[in-house]
């Protein structure tokens, strides 16, 4: 398995933008395509976006496509998720999971998950 940990959130104001990062430990990460989900208070845990091993090809929320994009750098074992034009609505624990195809949305199909990094947007 690999390790994650995932760094970026914090508070913004709405219309504002973040940069969540998820760096990976172990030399197997390119091996993995990954995956950001994430929580609000009170609601299940919810696919937000994918990517690849290679980085070539990405997968989105319908809700969420424009405003988010998912990005991995290899050499660095890291995968980002920049959100702009953030809305009280994304405020959420953002978590990065690891697992073996882009093409998969659910929480059980992903085996290795960081504690999350909490996001809050402010209207």
């Known amino acids: 398995q690999v390790q994650l940990v995932e760094s970026g959130g914090g508070l913004v104001q709405a219309g504002g933008s973040l940069r969540l990062s998820c760096a990976a430990s172990g030399r197997t990460f390119s091996t993995y395509a990954m995956a950001w989900f994430r929580q609000a208070p009170g609601k299940e845990r919810e696919f937000v976006a994918a990517i690849n091993r290679s980085g070539g090809l990405r997968g989105y929320a319908d809700s969420l496509k424009g405003r988010f994009t998912i990005s991995r750098d290899n050499a660095k074992n890291t995968v980002y998720l920049q959100m702009n034009s953030l809305k009280p609505e994304d405020t959420a624990v953002y978590y990065c999971?690891?697992?073996?195809?882009?093409?998969?949305?659910?929480?059980?199909?992903?085996?290795?998950w960081g504690q999350g990094t909490q996001v809050t947007v402010s209207s």
């Open positions: 999971a690891a697992g073996n195809s882009y093409l998969l949305r659910s929480v059980a199909d992903f085996g290795s």
